[in-house]
Structure formats: structure tokens, C-alpha cells
């Protein structure tokens, strides 16, 4: 567990940090040129990072160092590096396994995810006793199926587009799987949505507790009529065996799909067991068990002595009572668990409710902090785990976010530093990690200054004619065009054009141009991309520790387990909790 006075002193020095250096990160990409961030690189810094090499500009964001480079760098990166979100898989979880019908649809980095993921949903309801998994954005319900089939939890699975939750009955076949409930709901900072939660999972619990009920109900028939049939030493013929559940749900004594007995044998029910027979297994019949009688007896049979008679009367009788304690016994736990199903039914949320575990895969924009909300509110909800993605797709508020920064301590820390949360730095924080930086190819970093400069151009034409650049497709050029300047520009001006404007040769003209006058500030663009791979780690630990002090300072336990592999899945972190009763 995390301690408050040790994250708010982290937190305050990734706050310091990202203070001064906001001019790495905060502007927009493409308008590289329009902002020249270059300027702003000290003097002594520019010396060395436009004369790194592939393999030295690769490990600078692990901490690479040189003796001879200048303090203020050395600094800057080695600070840096001590403060970066710890990402390295935990050893604790052991993921599972996936047979071939689970893992059905997924691809191998959804296969990765759900697999560490579902393990530690499994610990985490192994400590907090709960059986029941809310899965909230659960799209087609990939962790859900696999939650029930490998570790046998409940799930209720939330997402807000209904064709998704379409998708989840069909792929986890849920409507035969009473184990698994799809719903279309979208969880929301209100309220409103809490309650429109609260009233939902009531009758998701309700049902689950239904269906245990009609469950036990037939095993109790079954025990019930194994007893009977011992006792009165009568063998069942071969086309009324009931000596298994198997039986119950084959048998044409019974129809298992929908609950009803046969003609034949509609007369063996009592009239308790004849209501409710449209939902599934309500209800049984009454006995499903026919005894048959010897049709012939002989004649040297019917003078038996009478002593044998009295003794064979003696027999039914004693066979009959045991028969009719085992039928009373069974009626009255039918009774009682109808009661208890009236009263689980009927009763208040907070008196009947289930220990649920809210867990979210790829929680985006808002969604995580409405989540930790609902947590904190919701008693029946015990324990959290969820992993974020998309921060800059949080709401607006005035020039903030409503959600970010939610912890006070965050908010008054940042306030004192005059640090700000913008687009570009929320969305820094949303980009791939350091990990996958470590293996760029000389090719990879002139590709990546290539889109970059390219696109830039064009934003800066648009913004010197005072224009704007109006997409005709939805993507102006692929990765086939930027095999030089000219090449992309006639692709361009095919897919794109620029409002007020006339005459695609004199657009050319002044882009090229442009590009002649701008190429000799192209290698700034991986120094700088560089400078922000060696920031993005601390902004993402700022925004998930301030959901951790937030959490904390409302008296929830909390923790974070780097989950994944970040090569594989780059929003690798879990944030966990769990309650005390």
C-alpha cells in the first residue's frame, strides 16, 4: 500500500519538474514550425543532442550520461530517469492460461492484457471474498468470458454501445450462460448515473441469485428422490433413470428448457410446483420418478401365508412414511428458499447485495475517475482495478480539467508551481513509453522527422496565408509519400485543400519554398521528440498518483502493479483497491 507522505513528496518533485521544462512539451506537433521549440533548448544542451548518434540518442531516456556533457543536462536527465513510473511486469501475478474457445477473436496483445489482468482480478477477489466482477466498458466481453470460465466469477459487464453488448451475448453465448450479464450503460460523475448503477446491479444480483437458487433446488430433488428410490429398493427402468442431475435436463419427464413436465406425467405435480414455469428451471415437478408395478403375479403368489402378507404390508407402509418425511423435508427447504429468493427480490440494496469487485480495461478520458467515484460511494463494492488510457479526452473545464487534478494536494502543489494542464500535455502522457523508443532504427527516426516536418509545413503555410488546410480524405497521405518533399506535396494537394485560396502551382511554389527555407531545423525535431520520451513516464506517474492521493485522502486503500508488458501494451499500470470491513 501506498503511503500519502510519500507520494505527495514524489509528487511534488515531478510537479517542479514538468514546471520548468513545459517548454518541451506544451504545444501541438504539426505546428513544430509555428512555435520553433528549438529555441528554448539552452545553448550548451543543443552541443551535444544534435551530435548523438542512433545507439546514444536510443538510451538517453534510460539515463545514458557522458562525463564531458554539461551539469545542467546531466541533471535533467538523471533526475528524469529516478522519477519515471516504474514499469518493469510484476512477478506477482502469474498469468493464466487460455484454452482455443476463449481466446476466440482476441488478437495476441488482447490475449497479453487479459491474461495478466484476469489473474489479478482473481487475487483481488480472493482477499476481498467477492463473487461478483463489474466490468465497466467491457466491449465484447473478452475479460468477462475469461474471468468466468478460468476462475468462475460473476460478471456484469458494462458497456455504453449497445452493439457491443450485442457482440458480448453472442460471443459468450450469455444468454445460456446465466454466470454472465451484458447491459448497455454508460457510467457517468453524477448522481444520477450512481443511482441509475446502484438500481442496475441490484437486479443483475438479484438474477444471479435466482438462478443459485433454482440450482440448488434441482440438486435437492435429485438427493431427495436417490434417497426415496434406496430406501424402497424399487430400480427405476432404463427410460426413468433419476439417479442424476444429467437426467433433469434429458429426460422427457422434464423439459429442462423451459421448466415444464410432460402430459404424461402432469398429474404427478403438486400444485406448488405448476406456477412459474416460463423462466428457466423455476420450478419442479413433483416427482419424476414412475415406479412401475409387476403386471402377472402367480397364483402360488396370491396364497402367500399371511404372515408374508402382513409382512409385505408392513414394508409398503414403512417405504411410504420414509417417502413421505423425504417429500415433507424437500417442501420445506423449497419453502424456504422461495423465501429467501422473495426476500433477496424484494428487499433494500444495501440489505441484500453481493461483495462486487468494479474493474475497467482501457478505461479512457473519464472514465476512470468516475470510476474511483462510484468506489468510493458504492458500499457493496469492495475492491478496484483498473487500467487508464486516452487522459486527454478528460472534459474541459474553464482552463483545466474537471477531473484532473483530483487529489487537493495535487491541486495545490500545481497551483504553486503554476503548472497548468493542457492538451498537449495530457496527451504526452498517453503516447507510447521509453520502451519501445530503445530500439528505433536510424530508417524509424528519419521516417518520424519526415511526417513530422512534412505536416508542419503545411500547417505553417495555412497559418502565414491565415487559411486553414480542409482534408478531402481522412488521411492526407500514407507512409508511401514521404519519400521526399515533392512527392508529398503533389499527393497532398490531391486530398487537401486551403479555403480562399487558388491555384495548386502557386500553393507548390510556396511550399516548397518553405521547405528549402526550414530543412536545416529538421534534426531538431528528434531532440526534441527525445526530450519528451524522457518526460512523457513522469507526467503519466503524476496524473495516476494524484488518482491514488485521491483515493487516500477519501480513505481508500490503494496501489499500483505495472501489469503488462510495455512493448506489448504501453498503458501497463493498474490502479488497485481494496476495502476493510
Partial sequence: MMKMEDLSYINKQLVEMLAENQWIYNFQVTRFFIEEPWKYIPVEWKNVLLKLTTEELDSLPFGFLKDDWPESLRNFISTASKLALPRSISEEIQPCILD???????????????????????????????????????????????????????????????SHTSGADKRTFSDSNRDIINVTFEMEDSPDSVSEFKTLISSCLKKFRKEEIDNENIQDHVNSTMKATTKSEVQPTSDVDCTSVEHLKNSKTYDYSIGECSPQYENMQSEENKTNVQDCRNDLCGSCVKSRTESDRSDEASKAATESDQSDEANKAATESDQSDEASKAATKS??????????????????????????????????????????DVKFLRGLCCVSCCYHRMSKQGDGYSHFPMSKITENTMLKCRLRPTVPFLRLAAQETRARWRTQSEETHESHTKAVAYRSLLELFAHQENTECNKLFRRIATAGDFVNFQSYVDKTLSRCEFAS?????????????????????????????????????????????????????????????????????????????????
Avoid at 496483445?109 to 463489474?134: F, N
Avoid at 429468493?341 to 482501457?362: F, P, V
Avoid at 511550399?511 to 518526460?535: D, G, H, W
Avoid at 505495472?562 to 501497463?572: A, G, H, T
Wanted: proline residues 3%; hydrophobic residues 40%; neutral net charge.
Fill in 100 to 162: 482455443t474457445e476463449v481466446k476466440r477473436g482476441m488478437n495476441p496483445k488482447k490475449q497479453h492484457e487479459v491474461r495478466h489482468m484476469a489473474a489479478l482480478i482473481s487475487d483481488i477477489a480472493i482477499k476481498t471474498g467477492c463473487d461478483v466482477v463489474i466490468d465497466v466498458g467491457s466491449g465484447l466481453g473478452y475479460l468477462g468470458h475469461v474471468l468466468n470460465t478460468v476462475y468462475g466469477l460473476k460478471v456484469i459487464g458494462l458497456e455504453s454501445k449497445q
Fill in 501 to 581: 485560396l487558388q491555384g495548386k502551382e502557386s500553393v507548390k511554389y510556396k511550399l516548397i519554398s518553405l521547405y528549402e527555407e526550414y530543412k536545416a531545423k529538421f534534426p531538431y525535431i528528434e531532440v526534441i521528440t527525445v526530450l519528451q520520451v524522457i518526460l512523457q513516464p513522469l507526467i503519466e506517474r503524476l496524473i495516476i498518483q494524484d488518482r491514488v492521493m485521491w483515493l487516500l485522502e477519501n480513505g481508500q486503500k490503494s496501489y499500483l502493479i505495472p501489469l503488462f508488458d510495455d512493448v506489448i501494451s504501453p498503458r501497463n499500470i493498474a490502479l488497485c483497491s481494496t476495502k476493510t470491513h
Fill in 335 to 376: 419453502d424456504q428458499r422461495d423465501e429467501a429468493s422473495k426476500t433477496a427480490t424484494e428487499g433494500n440494496l444495501d440489505q441484500y447485495s453481493r461483495q462486487c469487485i468494479l474493474i475497467g480495461l482501457h478505461c479512457c478520458g473519464d472514465l476512470t475517475p468516475a470510476m474511483l467515484k462510484v468506489y468510493s
